[in-house]
């Protein structure tokens, strides 16, 4: 009998050992991950082409425009991935269609500035989240989502509009000090929602190294003070480059 192996097809989730030799429980925990990069980059792509759409010039228009289609290649490696572990891409990466709404809600941008800060903030504290998940992944998935996560491409776009905004407005400095607070409060309680919504996340960050706690089983993690002394370094790490306060 042919194996589905020998074809080249994905064995299923459930074998006992699954594709790359990864664990089935760890792959179900894996390709959850995986789900969550594909929705943000799916949600990158959204938001990037929207502020090409506001952006104050040509140039800039011409820019995130480009960086909106990176986001969708790197989306579909992501669920090539999720494909190739047995999973269901379409079903991963709609597993987490809600999780934003409410960041969404309360975070509207009433300037290009706040717009371009939010995003800034926003995929910095979730990259950085799903970054420590990946430490406790097979090495063939986290090389590919550290790839994916260290583009840093639209980051060094806002650092640079920012930067040159605030040189010329200190009343504009003040202002996008305040809102990057608001913007990180937001952004945490997001993680926090994910893990809880979400075990496996929980579950890959009790397994990371370093973990200050380890995951209860049938009650979600809200979360881990390391976890979110890390997230939150990092946040202020970014805001530095922006001459922000955190």
């Known amino acids: 009998m042919t194996s589905a192996a020998s074809e080249g097809r994905p064995e299923p989730v459930e074998r006992a050992d699954g594709a790359d030799g990864v664990a089935a429980a760890d792959t ?29 010039t040509t ?12 986001a969708v290649q790197r989306r579909d490696r992501v669920l090539g991935r999720v494909a190739q572990l047995g999973g269901d891409p379409e ?15 309360r975070t509207q941008p009433s300037t290009w500035w706040e717009r371009l ?15 420590i ?3 406790a992944v097979d090495d063939v998935t986290r090389e590919l989502l550290l790839e994916v996560l260290d583009d840093a491409a639209h980051a060094e776009l806002a650092v ?3 930067e040159t905004a605030g040189a010329q407005d200190e009343v504009l400095v003040s202002r996008l000090a305040l809102w990057g607070r608001r913007l990180v409060g937001e952004a945490l309680g997001v993680v926090q929602q994910a893990m809880a919504g979400h075990p496996s996340l929980a579950r890959l960050i009790g397994r990371r190294e370093g973990a200050t706690t380890e995951p209860v089983v049938d009650q979600p ?11 939150t370094a990092e946040h202020t790490r970014r805001m530095s480059r922006l001459g922000l306060t955190a």
């Open 133 to 135: 998940a990946a430490g």
């Open 221 to 231: 993690a809200t979360g881990d003070p390391k976890l979110f002394g890390e997230l």
């Open 117 to 131: 800060l939010r995003s800034y903030v926003a995929e910095g504290v979730s990259d950085d989240f799903c970054r």
């Open 91 to 105: 079903r991963s990466l709609g597993a987490y269609t809600r999780l934003l709404d409410d960041f969404d809600n």
């Open 59 to 70: 140039a800039q228009q011409l820019e995130l425009s480009r960086l909106a289609a990176a």
């Open 160 to 162: 640079a509009e920012l």
């Open 28 to 56: 179900a925990d894996t390709v959850e991950l995986l789900g969550l990069v594909a929705h943000l980059q799916h949600v990158a792509f959204g938001r990037l082409a929207e502020d090409a759409h506001e952006a104050p």
